[in-house]
């Protein structure tokens, strides 16, 4: 089945992708570009840097822009799943939700509009055991955005290895996070993975805290 990827360049949006494309044709990446850091449904941090992972991929982009106000950026992404329709005949679309009932139920429905397939693939899986599937893929990533206590500055640009995971497990029992970030407490983005034809190289950053909530902006960036 062809398939279009709600893709936000981070850890979940690229291990779904991943396993979908086990059994699947991966025909085009769906990306929303949101200027409110706070959106109630997308992914915002080193999003424009996603054309890097595009092009990385071989896989197609589109990219709609939306001032991610509530309600209104679902229509801005009824028109992002409709263009990939339109322009490359996808089936149905494959998104990262792993327990929020708020975006995966609104994400259905804007599929049923369209008479498409909503592929889950990481649905309702624990989120220990997403952490630990970046490790059996091979999947690189790193902590681009943080949003609670105690996470500080030196979490961000950190890489999602071992050791970090260990350390959110943690941090589960004693501040009680959601380890992979399903509550907003970190954001990610994949620098390297099974399906990337080229590793991205982060050239130049900068970090932006304060106050347990922080995030880091690449400057500069490339494919090695």
């Known amino acids: 089945m062809k398939l279009g990827v709600l893709f936000s360049g981070g850890k979940d949006s690229y291990l779904a992708m991943h396993i979908a494309s086990e059994t699947h044709e991966l025909s085009c990446l769906l990306t929303i570009n949101s200027s409110n850091p706070n959106s109630w449904m997308f992914h ?73 397939w909503c592929f889950n693939p990481l649905w309702q899986m624990s989120q220990k055991t997403l952490l630990e599937e970046l490790l059996e893929n091979n999947i690189e990533s790193i902590i681009t955005g943080v949003a609670a206590e105690p996470f500080d500055d030196e979490w961000l640009g950190r890489e ?23 509550g907003g407490e970190i954001e990610s983005f994949v620098v390297n993975a099974p399906l990337f034809n080229s590793r991205l190289e982060i050239i130049q950053s900068k970090i932006h805290y304060s106050n347990y909530s922080g995030r880091l902006e690449i400057v500069e960036a490339s494919l090695k």
């Open 160 to 182: 999602i290895d071992l050791e970090c995971i260990n350390d959110l497990i943690k941090l589960k029992e004693s501040h009680r996070i959601n380890p992979a970030g399903e």
């Open 44 to 116: 915002t941090p080193a999003i424009e840097w996603t054309k890097l992972q595009s092009q990385s991929l071989k896989i197609p982009q589109i990219i709609q822009n939306t001032k991610g106000v509530q309600d209104k950026e679902l229509d801005d992404l009824f028109e992002l799943i409709d263009k990939g329709k339109n322009q490359f005949s996808i089936e149905g679309v494959v998104t990262g939700a792993l327990a929020s009932t708020y975006q995966s139920t609104r994400i259905q429905k804007i599929c049923n509009d369209l008479n498409l």
